[in-house]
């Protein structure tokens, strides 16, 4: 039975596959250079994962808290399955959203924030005026945070609440990074999935200068035709 961060961790270290460290390392860009440098992996499947978090999903918080400190990738993933679950089953859900907020340096990688920003911070925000935690991620110059900041409106989106995220991605037109330009394509589309008048007007007004990333990734859903006009400036 898993009590503690040091027992989870031996049962993800169990289940890894050290022959696929070097090719994970890569795909995450973990390498010298890389948006993930230094970060380690026993490469354990999501599935499984998810599943050991699903097993421990009452483990203690200062102990979620210390696998969420990992330095091995799975540990940390696992931790936010654990930290999700306990926020949607209410249990401390303030408590959960103010860890989630002050270990932020460990959500360091792009599966760590699509995992969790929006079933945490973005789920927090739901019907609350102050969405001001947004802009402070948003303006905080760290590509992780940026993310989160974009990819937590995902909970606002599905309550047809597009405000933050219009604000967001129009801050971001100019980013530099490729996983910004992607988060904030893939929200503009989740977006025209509710609403396709209010991505049209948003594309109208800001696809001559959005990113091709963000560009492509928030047409995704139109006919052929549509997206070629887009992509060629017919507008």
Not at 129 to 146: C, K, N, P, T, V
Not at 181 to 209: Q, V
Request: hydrophobic share 40%; with cysteine.
């Amino acid at each position: 039975m898993m009590q503690t961060a040091k027992d989870v961790k031996a049962e993800l270290k169990a289940l890894g596959k050290p022959r696929a460290v070097a090719k994970f390392k890569a795909f995450y860009r973990a390498t010298p250079g890389g948006y993930g440098e230094g970060d380690d992996f026993f490469v354990v499947s999501v599935p499984e994962q998810r599943q050991i978090a699903k097993a421990c999903r009452d483990l203690p918080r200062a102990e979620v808290l210390k696998l969420l400190r990992d330095p091995i990738h799975e540990c940390r993933l696992t931790a936010l399955f654990i930290l999700v679950s306990r926020y949607e089953r209410n249990i401390d859900r303030d408590q959960v959203v103010t860890d989630y907020l002050e270990h932020l340096d460990y959500v360091n990688n792009w599966d760590l924030v699509d995992s969790s920003a929006h079933k945490i911070l973005g789920a927090s925000l739901v019907g609350q005026r102050d969405q001001s935690i947004l802009q402070e991620l948003a303006d905080s110059g760290h590509l992780w945070r940026e993310r989160v900041s974009v990819v937590a409106c995902w909970m606002l989106i599905k309550a047809d609440d597009f405000r933050m995220l219009k604000k967001l991605c129009r801050q971001f037109l100019s980013h530099e990074h490729d996983l910004i330009h992607k988060a904030t394509g893939w929200m503009l589309r989740e977006m025209g999935k509710r609403d396709e008048d209010e991505l049209i007007h948003f594309l109208n007004m800001h696809y001559s200068e959005m990113p091709r990333t963000m560009l492509r990734y928030s047409i995704e859903k139109f006919d052929r035709d549509t997206r070629k006009a887009y992509l060629r400036g017919e507008f």
